[in-house]
Nanobody, 124 residues
Framework: QVQLVESGGGLVQAGGSLSLACAAS????????MGWFRQAPGKKREFVAR????????FYADSVKGRFTISRDNAKNTVYLQMNSLKPEDTSVYYC?????????????????WGQGTQVTVSS
């Protein structure tokens, strides 16, 4: 089992920045590919970004490429999502997730463990 706890959400104006963190406990953190997803009201949960086990390979959704950066610190069992140039359409609940697959796709069913989510609201 892996327990994931997100933090860092909040309210920010358009164009601003927020940094999310996800702390993991339980099984060996570096064994997992870590990802971020988001879900806006009335919409399906969508992929945002993922990081390989050592942070050497990252993949982003087109909607956030160039604005968001995923990183991880295996010594602290934590994965981060730095969000810059935020837009109102980035408003969502953001979830971190852990996958035992080496290269999971962008579907949420490929991830094994989930955090409870943190709200990000971007005002116009």
């Amino acid at each position: 089992q892996v327990q994931l706890v997100e933090s860092g959400g909040g309210l920010v104006q358009a164009g601003g920045s927020l940094s999310l963190a996800c702390a993991a406990s339980g099984r060996t953190f570096e064994a997992y590919t870590m990802g971020w997803f988001r879900q806006a009201p009335g919409k399906k949960r969508e992929f945002v970004a993922r990081s390989s086990w050592n942070g050497g390979s990252m993949f982003y959704a087109d909607s956030v490429k160039g604005r968001f950066t995923i990183s991880r610190d295996n010594a602290k069992n934590t994965v981060y999502l730095q969000m810059n140039s935020l837009k109102p359409e980035d408003t969502s609940v953001y979830y971190c997730a852990a996958a035992s697959k080496v290269e999971p796709g962008t579907s949420d069913y490929e991830y094994n463990y989930w955090g409870q989510g943190t709200q990000v609201t971007v005002s116009s």
